[in-house]
């Protein structure tokens, strides 16, 4: 698109010429020099040839081996050779990066601490995240990289162990990955105050750092833990399989895949909860605490019938199954998209029975495609009913779901901070005061959506003719029956 950009295709291999600036790099290949985006490219270790004097191998008598012997101890050399250029690029990034997140806590956090005037702990939380336990966490990951490289032969160093013991503390990265898009917001705002910008560039200069924005240094974390599956594949590219770390990096790979994962679940996580929010300021009527105060995500929603005990009562209410906890709610009679709080299931104390199809000796009744929620200690219990078997099916499926998803939450740690949820229901409550209708601040995924569908058995002409009609005035039948006061509900 212009000259000063660089032009290449899937498989070439460009030489990184400066990344000062983090979206765009300045790179060499073949066919000249220029400007390319960084997110179109991966990280490659160097991997150079060996030298031809280090690959042939030469018999002690001074003749060179014959052709079959030779080939495989140049491919073997080669493949030690590879693997060490792996080995040496793992480490030396790593010591890069200890150096890196060593400059920001020691050039800027202690430095902003000193200025109280300036910096409140909260303040220093958000624009910095919980990078300090990451610095700690790293000293030791590194320090466990040193012991376990064989300076002498580099190619038979075993770093898949070091992954596999310390895969639990790169889950820490989740909370400041969450956190980053805060930090740029604040720094944002505080960009625009001469003094802070002042300081920063002062904190820089002190601690003797490269030519780059404070929030230029603050996305290396969130770089750095999406790299460390790349390494590993290519370390596992190099290592044979009767190396004595090849089941560790093949463990180690898919463990750091499970990390990078579970960060990318987490974020979609926290985006809903926005979404979650508005919701529930959309329904009419809410009582008792914040649906977020428990839980974090909808795991499926639908109509059901419930019957209510002794007196054999059916209700149609709508069900939305979130972790933790099942809200049901009641449309209204005219503006059928409205909904009205009816009451809330802890799903933590029940268990969910499947119900046969037959009479019901308790309720003298016949019942179909029905399951009950039966609390053992209290006696709850709550009986519903699905209109037809596939929907109870994806029912029973649902509550399976729910509690997997309550007990993977407690494995890795998930919670929602108090400041997250009250910035939610705030960011809800500003959505509902921008003057939007209540009822359509419900967010997509938990409303059907309705299209037009034309009226069967027309020919396509008159199908046409019936969308192209003006619509008729209303009625005022049903605004008059609404002034009743006995009727208005």
Avoid at 208 to 227: A, N, W
Wanted: aromatic residues 8%; neutral net charge; contains cysteine.
């Amino acid at each position: 698109m212009d000259d000063q950009e660089l032009g290449f295709k899937a498989g070439d291999v460009i030489e990184v010429m400066d990344a000062t600036n983090r979206e765009w790099w300045w790179g060499r290949i073949t066919d000249g020099e220029g400007w390319f985006p960084a997110t179109f490219v991966r990280l490659r270790v160097n991997q150079d040839e060996p030298a031809d004097d280090e690959a042939h191998q030469v018999q002690e008598d001074g003749r060179v081996a014959d052709g079959e012997a030779e080939e495989g101890s140049l491919v073997q050399s080669s493949k030690d050779q590879m693997r060490t250029n792996v080995i040496n690029e793992i480490l030396s990034t790593e010591r890069d990066y200890i150096k890196h997140l060593r400059d920001i806590c020691e050039g800027y956090i202690r430095q902003c601490r000193k200025r109280a005037d300036m910096f409140s702990e909260e303040q220093l939380r958000t624009i910095f995240g919980n990078i300090e336990d990451i610095y700690r966490c790293q000293k030791a990951f590194i320090k466990a990289l040193e012991q376990r490289f064989n300076r002498e032969r580099p190619h038979l160093s075993e770093l898949g162990a070091c992954f596999l013991e310390h895969q639990a503390d790169f889950q820490i990265y989740s909370e400041y990955c969450n956190n980053h898009p805060n930090a740029c917001v604040e720094l944002s705002r505080l960009a625009k105050l001469s003094k802070y910008v002042y300081f920063f560039e002062a904190c820089r200069l002190l601690q003797r750092m490269i030519d780059i924005s404070l929030d230029g240094f603050l996305l290396t974390p969130v770089q750095k833990i999406c790299k460390y599956p790349l390494q590993l594949a290519e370390l596992l590219k190099y290592t044979p399989p009767q190396h004595r770390d090849f089941k560790d990096v093949e463990a180690a790979l898919h463990a750091m895949k499970n990390v990078a994962q579970l960060i990318n679940e987490r974020k979609r996580r926290l985006e809903n909860i926005d979404k979650i929010a508005q919701w529930q300021s959309s329904i009419e009527d809410w009582e008792g605490e914040d649906l977020l105060v428990r839980s974090s995500e909808l795991i499926y929603s639908g109509e059901l019938t419930r019957i209510l005990q002794p007196q054999a009562k059916s209700q149609q209410r709508m069900f939305f199954l979130f972790d933790h906890q099942l809200i049901y709610c009641k449309k209204d009679l005219l503006r059928r998209e409205v909904l009205y709080y009816k009451g809330r299931v802890d799903m933590d104390r029940l268990e969910v029975v499947d119900v046969e199809d037959g009479k019901d000796r308790d309720l003298h009744m016949s019942i179909k495609n029905a399951f009950r929620l039966c609390c053992s200690t209290t006696g709850e219990s709550h009986l519903l009913c699905a209109r037809k078997p596939e929907q109870k099916q994806r029912w029973l499926k649902a509550f399976v779901s729910e509690r997997e998803q309550v007990r993977l939450d407690q494995e890795t740690g998930f919670s929602i901070t108090e400041l997250q949820r009250k910035q939610a229901m705030l960011n809800a409550s500003k959505h509902r005061a921008a003057g939007k209708p209540k009822a359509t601040s419900r967010p997509y995924y938990l409303t059907r959506q309705k299209h037009p569908a034309l009226p069967a058995g027309l020919p396509p002409q008159q199908q046409v003719l019936v969308l192209a009609e003006p619509k008729r005035k209303p009625s005022t039948f049903w605004h008059s029956i609404s002034r009743l006061t006995p009727f208005r509900k």
